[in-house]
């Protein structure tokens, strides 16, 4: 065993890959290709519900079953208006590991995804929640930095595995938000971390069926190219989202000024307004990945993109990065004893 399966083997134990690498789930982009891809190459793949009804995600279970006999998981909006039906999809399917993320989980909904038998993964912003978390019965915990693409909190993955790693022992806890070197999933192992997730570097990769502008936008751009949204009106809360600049970004602060000049004419209130907001991104993301609209579309990304030069299979970025977290290892091996002759 290497010392990199040794450091990953909770977290490989857990998903039952062969690889601690999870897959961050990505609207319109982590579907049945990409998700078997992954797990076929010794990852592990999550299929990103989103707003899917019950009979897409029931659908796209089953294709990505077709592709792939090994383990992958489903991640779930705990908004979603229709998250029984859903959680009763996996459980009909005997999906292993479902990922509940966007807001703090229902007991209902944790005590159905358990009693369907899947393993139970949630995102958690602070050690307090994570330990929250953990009693209410979730099986691991994924902490993602403000590195990360898409929706992000506003702390960074080093200071998160800070405070959380040390604290949080009773279930494996994965990290994510900027990850693109296989010394860093090393050095996060290292802290205490029983696996990684990467969305960017999948994102770009061959068997990713977002759109080539869209991957391309990826290729030409820095870490300082992604960026995070802004929130104007207080009273309309925004979850920061980090995508590349464009004139997508910009529409967003327009969007936003719109939205609560109509608040305040009464010609909407305020769920609406923030409803309103979020699918404005939802339209963005399609365009972008979609339809290849990297002007006016959301090109969500995490800041590790100025690491996302070309295109690669999964099997090649999986298999670079553990040889890239091996040799980082190797290099922080103590010396062999000296033995003396005689």
Known sequence: MTRLDSLSARGRAFLGSRH??????????????LVSAISNAGGFGVIACGSMTPALLDAEIAATRALTDKPFGVNLITLHPQMDALIAVCTRHGVGHVV?????????AIEAIKA???????????????????RSGVDAIVIEGSEAGGH????SLSVLAQEILPVITEVPVFVAGGIGRGAAIAAFLEMGASGVQLGTRFAASAESVAHPNFKKAFFRASARDAVASVQLDPRLPVIP???????????????????????DQGDMDLAAGQLAIEHYWAGALRRAVVEGDVETGSLMAGQSVGMVTREQSVADIIDELVAEAEAALASRAPPMPLVLAG
């Open 20 to 33: 601690a690498i999870m897959a961050g789930a990505m609207t319109w982009v982590s579907e049945r290709h």
């Open 100 to 108: 509940l993320a966007g807001g703090l989980p229902p007991g209902s």
């Open 116 to 134: 369907g038998g899947a393993k139970l993964m949630c995102f958690a912003p602070t050690a307090a929640l994570a330990k929250k978390l953990v």
């Open 152 to 155: 992000i909190g506003p702390v």
């Open 241 to 263: 989202v980090r995508a590349l600049k464009n004139a997508g970004a910009e529409a967003f602060t327009a969007k936003q000024r719109e939205v609560a000049n109509a608040v």
